[in-house]
T-cell receptor, first 114, second 114 residues
């Protein structure tokens, strides 16, 4: 069964550094998402992406964050200058199309900012 | 704004006992409802979903959920739990409109005792 993949599984970075989290959505899916989950808390929406542009973003997704689909397969989340509070599990998800289709989640990337 | 409430932060049940996890939602249109399960350090696995039609939906691992519009609820049930069901369970609401995000509840942690 097709699945969403994410790399790396764990990233440790120093405060102020840039990080790029990578995702490969399911190949025929059209909608892409990033969510994050701070340890012990609920999963929160960050951003959705469709037709090569951001469709919606949350308050969390400030100017330090950006997303890109650089080619036909990858979907990346960049944090320009990491802060301690960016430490979280980041999940990528994709969805095939409108209608009765669910979002499929990747295994997540655990980001630790020191 | 859409929201999901999971009133039980932590539930403990004996192996073999029945289980019901509560979920209440607030959503302005016809909701799509989901239950996801997360084992420690793992990603989100879809247990079941409700889009329309029969209000009692069956999922994987012997789980079922019932959509009750009048109560704005989507409770998850299992007649007999197994030790491997110990995990965090998240209820989520979304829609079928394009790229709309999922909104998650805060989760219920399920502990199974022998």
């Amino acid at each position: 069964e097709p699945e969403v993949t994410q790399t790396p599984s764990h990233q440790v970075t120093q405060m102020g550094q840039e990080v790029i989290l990578r995702c490969v959505p399911i190949s025929n899916h059209l909608y892409f998402y990033w969510y994050r989950q701070i340890l012990g808390q609920k999963v929160e929406f960050l951003v959705s992406f469709y037709n090569n542009e951001i469709s919606e973003k949350s308050e969390i997704f400030d100017d330090q964050f950006s997303v890109e689909r650089p080619d036909g397969s990858n979907f990346t989340l960049k944090i320009r200058s990491t802060k301690l509070e960016d430490s979280a599990m980041y999940f990528c998800a994709s969805r095939e199309r409108d209608g009765y289709y669910e979002q499929y989640f990747g295994p997540g990337t655990r980001l630790t900012v020191t | 704004a859409q929201s999901v409430t999971q009133p039980d932060i932590h539930i403990t049940v004996s192996e073999g006992a029945s289980l019901e996890l509560r979920c209440n939602y607030s959503y302005g249109a016809t909701p799509y409802l989901f239950w996801y399960v997360q084992s420690p350090g793992q990603g989100l696995q879809l247990l079941l979903k409700y889009f329309s039609g029969d209000t009692l939906v069956q999922g994987i691992k012997g789980f079922e959920a019932e959509f009750k519009r009048s109560q704005s609820s989507f409770n998850l049930r299992k007649p007999s739990v197994h030790w491997s069901d110990a995990a965090e369970y998240f209820c989520a609401v979304g829609s079928n409109f394009g790229n709309e995000k999922l909104t998650f509840g805060t989760g219920t942690r399920l502990t199974i005792i022998p």
